[in-house]
């Protein structure tokens, strides 16, 4: 286990507040949860002894910190290779493949990424989610930022919670799009299947804004750029089925295969065998939660997506422009 120390005095700007209210700004490396659970185990004193959260303060007091980071994450480890993008003392990025499961759950007891990441860093199991910040979906490919601290965990949090991480995908959908545009709609879980979300009435919907930009145009596809305003489940997969130009190849919400008129025998064959959905996380960009350094990490198009792009490509040279 690491055993955490540290050591302030309140300010004297503090007097007349709460101890918990107080420590939450002399200690923003740590959430307000954690930092209460340790107030509430003792392992915060305040002039030498424990206090209760709500005690108000004069200015001046000696604060205590010290704690032991126990096991947050029961799971075991796994060797399953990742595509480490980067690595420092403080986070990971890495490039997961489609078909890797973030999290364990129902159906995936283990063989996640979790499981690979308390593999390649033991430590990871002291921290909440072995220091997932964000998810991508089983099928989806790309760019994911793994905290290695909680000050790491806690400043990335907070930055997507503020929309302050740029993640920017690239997709193939139905349809010929003519111009990009944005969906502002809000999600929710489907009132009638629990694996679905759906576009919700503003009263049980959360806010969510997908912009995307139109890359290339095919006979009767469409290969686009988006940009994630909002972190929602499962976003852009329901936010472009909204407007009628759902992902390739998606289970969910892709309504089926579809072969174009006239379609190349490699452009059928690259949308029979394309069984996920065709989405990729291709950018992420954000600020270096220690040293506050701009970062920006981009991720190759996988070879089963490039080989999709390759194939439409094809279809559209031999079949020219097509209105059907």
Same mark, same amino acid.
């Given at each position: 286990?690491?055993?955490?120390?540290?050591?302030?005095?309140?300010?004297?700007?503090?007097?007349?507040?709460?101890?918990?209210?107080?420590?939450?700004?002399?200690?923003?490396?740590?959430?307000?949860?954690?930092?209460?659970?340790?107030?509430?185990?003792?392992?915060?004193?305040?002039?030498?002894?424990?206090?209760?959260?709500?005690?108000?303060?004069?200015?001046?007091?000696?604060?205590?910190?010290?704690?032991?980071?126990?096991?947050?994450?029961?799971?075991?480890?796994?060797?399953?290779?990742?595509?480490?993008?980067?690595?420092?003392?403080?986070?990971?990025?890495?490039?997961?493949?489609?078909?890797?499961?973030?999290?364990?759950?129902?159906?995936?007891?283990?063989?996640?990424?979790?499981?690979?990441?308390?593999?390649?860093?033991?430590?990871?199991?002291?921290? #909440?989610?072995?220091?997932?910040?964000?998810?991508?979906?089983?099928?989806?490919?790309?760019?994911?930022?793994?905290?290695?601290?909680?000050?790491?965990?806690?400043?990335?949090?907070?930055?997507?919670?503020?929309?302050?991480?740029?993640?920017?995908?690239?997709?193939?959908?139905?349809?010929?799009?003519?111009?990009?545009?944005?969906?502002?709609?809000?999600?929710?879980?489907?009132?009638?299947?629990?694996?679905?979300?759906?576009?919700?009435?503003?009263?049980?919907?959360?806010?969510?804004?997908?912009?995307?930009?139109?890359?290339?145009?095919?006979?009767?596809?469409?290969?686009?750029?988006?940009?994630?305003?909002?972190?929602?489940?499962?976003?852009?997969?329901?936010?472009?089925?909204?407007?009628?130009?759902?992902?390739?190849?998606?289970?969910?919400?892709?309504?089926?295969?579809?072969? #174009?008129?006239?379609?190349?025998?490699?452009?059928?064959?690259?949308?029979?065998?394309?069984?996920?959905?065709?989405?990729?996380?291709?950018?992420?960009?954000?600020?270096?939660?220690?040293?506050?350094?701009?970062?920006?990490?981009?991720?190759?198009? #996988?070879?089963?997506?490039?080989?999709?792009?390759?194939?439409?490509?094809?279809?559209?040279?031999?079949?020219?422009?097509?209105?059907?």
């Amino acid at each position: 286990m690491t055993t955490i120390r540290h050591q302030a005095v309140v300010p004297l700007s503090a007097a007349g507040r709460r101890f918990d209210q107080a420590l939450a700004e002399m200690f923003p490396d740590y959430s307000r949860s954690r930092l209460a659970a340790w107030v509430k185990a003792g392992s915060v004193t305040l002039d030498g002894a424990p206090a209760p959260p709500r005690q108000l303060l004069r200015g001046g007091e000696q604060v205590r910190l010290e704690a032991e980071l126990e096991t947050e994450v029961a799971s075991r480890p796994q060797a399953i290779e990742l595509a480490v993008v980067h690595e420092d003392e403080h986070l990971l990025v890495l490039d997961k493949p489609a078909g890797l499961v973030v999290h364990p759950g129902a159906g995936n007891p283990d063989g996640t990424l979790l499981n690979a990441l308390l593999h390649h860093d033991p430590k990871l199991a002291e921290l #909440p989610r072995a220091g997932i910040v964000h998810r991508l979906d089983k099928d989806t490919s790309g760019l994911m930022v793994v905290a290695r601290t909680l000050p790491a965990q806690t400043a990335l949090v907070d930055m997507l919670s503020r929309h302050a991480v740029e993640r920017q995908y690239e997709a193939v959908v139905a349809g010929t799009l003519v111009a990009g545009g944005t969906v502002d709609a809000p999600l929710g879980r489907h009132i009638g299947d629990r694996l679905r979300q759906a576009v919700r009435d503003e009263d049980d919907g959360k806010r969510a804004v997908t912009h995307y930009r139109l890359r290339e145009r095919f006979r009767a596809h469409s290969l686009v750029q988006c940009n994630l305003e909002t972190g929602r489940t499962h976003q852009i997969r329901v936010h472009m089925a909204h407007i009628h130009h759902p992902l390739v190849g998606d289970p969910l919400y892709g309504g089926g295969l579809k072969l #174009p008129k006239r379609a190349t025998p490699e452009l059928a064959a690259a949308l029979r065998g394309f069984r996920r959905q065709a989405l990729h996380a291709e950018r992420l960009s954000f600020e270096h939660p220690a040293s506050g350094e701009p970062m920006a990490f981009q991720a190759p198009r #996988p070879a089963d997506l490039d080989a999709l792009v390759d194939a439409l490509r094809g279809d559209l040279a031999a079949n020219g422009a097509d209105d059907d």
